[in-house]
């Protein structure tokens, strides 16, 4: 079986991001590929695409300006 995992180095130990099914004490060959910060990005760019409606979030930063910068009343 060949599989890819995203993984994290912390303390001296190699973290899987992800679920393993791997017997216990099975024996693995593991290849290390580091990412680089621009190869991350590219990977997360588009990801919210479709999930934002671009317009109407550009339209609340406005109207949520509006209201932060009106003085207040006086009474």
């Not at 621009?38 to 409606?53: H, M, Q, S």
């Amino acid at each position: 079986m060949k599989k890819t995992i995203r993984a994290r180095f912390s303390k001296g130990m190699i973290e899987p991001l992800e679920k393993l099914d791997l017997e216990e004490g099975k024996e693995i060959l593991v290849t290390i590929r580091e990412t680089s910060l621009e190869d991350r990005f590219l990977k997360a760019a588009g990801a919210w695409k479709g999930t934002i409606d671009a317009e109407k979030l550009i339209e609340d930063i406005y109207r949520d300006r509006l209201l932060m910068n009106r003085p207040e009343p006086e009474l």
